[in-house]
């Protein structure tokens, strides 16, 4: 690992907060120093899944020690709403009626954290009860409607093709949600200013949205609102519109009682009152060919949206532009349900749709191989993506290099010895099954709302040579700004030293869009190169005019070259800065190419694809249902890797999350509609001890983006994720080995102990899957 002095692109520097996280030196919004009198809020939230409020009183919260008041709807000055789509359906304080069990309806304000949260409990509250739907078929079969509207991608003929296929086949899978139990929850610290004026310190993915929806909230223009973000310790999406309620709540109160006032709720209140990774139903239809070639696929994906639209739009889209994953579909309609239920309205998490569309490709490719007798790698390859195929949304393929990472993936792992000796291994019987699994992923990269592909930066460079570096991408712990900083030191060719990281702030970046969709880099490195350039542009017309030396005897950097004579950079950036050359740039990128049509399904909106794959190998216990990951190996493409060391950690962290999604992570409401599982003593996230006993991640040195990114890296965040489905896979077939691989499993996501020991046991009994 090398130091931050002299990099390059693709060498391996560390985060440049990694001592500061590890040694607890790393301020977060919660060691903030609060300005003195600061108050603190905290949510009464309902205990009613859907229902007229009869009854609201509060008198006992605000008699309760060092309450200063209680914040409701009427208390808002601007508008009651925190609603990223614009639908005006997620209001801050619940009025009159609540439509979730968890749904803040008022916030204590208090001298204390403890005493506010204490008063909150002292609340008396009614309900009228209403009928209640939970889950998204519930919610579609008694008409609960849709809270956005919904999407369809058709190509071809599937009808025909269905119809003339030699074998069909149709099933359902559902797909459990995930909670994002990031290691810092979700806070606010308003700052009073004079005026309209209002500082707020949060841990948001989405300054900018921050400030609009605190403007809105305050009745004021967004100049009024500054947001500023240092760090988050965890964002995953669970931080990009959730965190608007926190912030809108604290400002109000600011500015009402003119304090500072900071909020952040237990993890149990988080839990219940914040959304999650979307649940699904897919229902799907396929047929193919006696090769196992995929002719015609006709899909639903149901979703479990919440009472407000939230991020379920563009979610339940990218649920469809993923469910080919890697495969050409000759024919193809796909149809997403975005369903209204009494749920917390769920949100953007890692992959943002994508994994519950691939891993429904997956499950048809197992569908496939256990008919017709294959290897299920067999049949993944057989129906791969070509280049110069169309995807159901149109978008021609260019890029296809998944037979290369296959190759070399089979090869480095010994997948074709390993599968061997696992069907030798369950051919001898025994309590204990293994499987492997080999699973890709082709990932589009951009945001589908066309208009969040932009990004800015500043970059000032001062009198003494040092840089300050400002963009508005936020860190959250993925390397975004090392990364930016390693783009923006070699742009300029001087030391990483000589950058100052700042923390993220609309006074200096305006409307930035959200650190999300693995565009952070992507966006944001290219704003910086942008500044850069201008920087250059400006300092190499100003040592050709006052040395009179032709422009392409010129090199700036740590040592500055102008025709024969030399000096140190600082000396130069001295003498630009007594000639009175401007210093400081304002860069700006948007992604070229793309283009989306929503209503006819048609378009480019994906700028590129990024591809991977992995081979996992599992133990189940054919008696518990409990199971063990063995070995993983990991080929991934990155391009030109920016940093191999912080890309591998995305790899890794992205491959482990993913497993915790599809087999510990389960999210349980009860009949009523409470949320159950809103702590780390019922929600189980993967430990260490849960890690691969083996684990390879490599990353595909030999790529490079053709597209014209950020040195023709790719983006490396969320396709990751869903590499994770091979260890998904690989339980199946374990599973599937006691009724001699005739039948596909089946599994439910996640694959609980439970639900695997209740697959083994439905096998063993001869039963079909529902």
């Known amino acids: 690992m090398k130091d931050n002095l002299s990099p390059g692109i693709s060498d391996d520097i560390r985060h440049d907060s990694a001592e500061k996280h590890v040694t607890g030196r790393a301020d977060y919004t919660d060691d903030l120093t609060e300005p003195q009198g600061t108050l603190h809020a905290y949510l009464g939230l309902s205990k009613c899944a859907h229902g007229r409020i009869t009854r609201l009183d509060l008198d006992p919260v605000r008699a309760a020690p060092g309450v200063i008041d209680v914040l409701t709807a009427a208390d808002i000055p601007g508008v009651n709403d925190v609603s990223p789509a614009g639908n005006h359906d997620d209001p801050i304080f619940a009025e009159g009626e609540v439509r979730f069990w968890g749904q803040p309806i008022f916030a204590v304000i208090a001298e204390t954290r403890d005493q506010a949260r204490r008063a909150a409990a002292l609340a008396v509250v009614e309900y009228d009860a209403l009928p209640h739907a939970l889950d998204p078929i519930a919610a579609r079969d008694a008409g609960m409607g849709y809270v956005t509207d919904p999407l369809k991608l058709r190509r071809g003929a599937p009808e025909v093709a269905l119809a003339t296929a030699p074998h069909r086949i149709t099933g359902r899978m559902v797909i459990g949600g995930q909670d994002h139990f990031y290691l810092e929850g979700q806070i606010a610290m308003a700052v009073p200013g004079e005026d309209e004026d209002v500082v707020i310190h949060t841990s948001t993915q989405h300054p900018s949205e921050v400030q609009h929806m605190v403007a809105h ?25 959730q965190m608007n309620l926190f912030c809108c709540v604290a400002a109000v109160a600011a500015k009402k009682w003119h304090r500072a006032v900071k909020l952040r709720p237990d993890r149990d209140d ?19 060919d006696r090769q196992g070639r995929i002719q015609g696929v006709s899909g639903d994906w149901y979703a479990r949206c919440g009472f407000s639209a939230d991020l379920s739009g563009p979610v339940t889209d990218r649920a469809l532009f993923h469910a080919d994953n890697a495969y050409f579909y000759p024919d193809v309609e796909l149809r997403s349900h975005p369903m209204r239920t009494n749920t917390v309205s769920n949100t953007a998490f890692r992959g943002f749709g994508g994994p519950q569309g691939v891993i429904v490709a997956e499950r048809m490719i197992e569908e496939i191989a256990y008919a017709l007798g294959k290897d299920t790698l067999e049949i993944r390859k057989a129906n791969l993506y070509q280049n110069g195929q169309l995807t159901p949304y149109h978008q021609e393929v260019e890029d296809q290099i998944l037979p290369r990472i296959f190759d070399e993936l089979e090869a480095s792992s ?98 930035t869009s ?23 542009a400006r300092l190499t017309g100003f040592a050709a005019s006052a040395w009179n030396v032709p422009a392409d005897q010129i090199s700036i950097g740590e040592t500055v070259r102008i025709g024969g004579e030399t000096m140190p950079f600082a000396d130069f950036i001295r003498a630009a800065y007594l000639a009175r050359v401007q210093l400081s740039a304002a860069g700006f990128y948007k992604t070229p190419k793309i283009h989306w049509d929503r209503a006819k399904g048609t378009g480019r909106p994906f700028y590129y694809f990024a591809y991977g794959a992995a081979v996992s190998e599992v133990s189940v216990d054919t008696l518990t249902g409990e199971y063990e990951v063995d070995r993983v190996d990991v080929l991934h493409d990155v391009g030109r890797s920016i940093n191999p060391a912080i890309d591998k950690g995305q790899v890794e962290g992205g491959f482990v999350q993913g497993v915790g999604w599809l087999t510990s992570e389960e999210l349980w409401w009860n009949d009523k509609g409470e949320l159950k599982t809103h702590a780390p003593s019922t929600y189980k996230i993967p430990l260490a001890g849960d890690r691969p006993r083996i684990f390879n991640v490599a990353l595909a040195d030999w790529s490079v983006n053709r597209e014209k990114t950020v040195k023709r890296s790719k983006a490396v965040g969320e396709p990751p994720f869903m590499l994770a489905i091979s260890v998904f896979e690989a339980i199946g077939m374990a599973v599937a080995s006691v009724a001699h691989y005739r039948e596909c499993p089946r599994l439910d996501a996640p694959a609980t102990p439970e639900r695997v020991l209740m697959a083994v046991e439905r096998l063993r009994g001869g039963g079909t899957a529902a």
Request: include cysteine; charged fraction near 20%.
């Open 514 to 536: 959200a650190t999300a969709a693995s565009s952070g880099s992507d966006l944001n490195g290219m704003a910086a190169l942008d500044a850069c350039d201008q920087l250059l």
């Open 414 to 511: 010994d997948y074709h010895v390993r599968r061997k000796a696992v069907l030798d291994w369950n051919a001898r019987g025994g309590v204990i099954r293994k499987g492997i699994a080999l699973t890709p992923v082709k990932f589009g990269i951009s945001f589908t709302a066309t208009w969040y592909n932009q990004a800015g930066a500043l970059i000032h460079i001062y009198s003494d040579g040092s840089i300050q570096l400002n963009h508005g991408g936020t860190e959250m712990g993925q390397g975004l700004n090392i990364k930016v900083a390693q783009v923006t030191a070699e742009a300029l060719g001087v030391d990483l030293s000589r950058i100052k990281i700042t923390k993220t702030t609309t006074e200096k970046v305006p409307n």
């Open 217 to 241: 909230a305050l009745g004021v223009a967004s100049n009024a609102v500054v947001v500023n973000v240092r760090r988050m310790g965890g964002g995953f999406g669970g931080k990009e519109t």
């Open 270 to 288: 988080d839990m219940t009152a914040t959304g999650k990774r979307h649940d699904f139903v897919a229902d799907y239809a396929l047929g193919f």
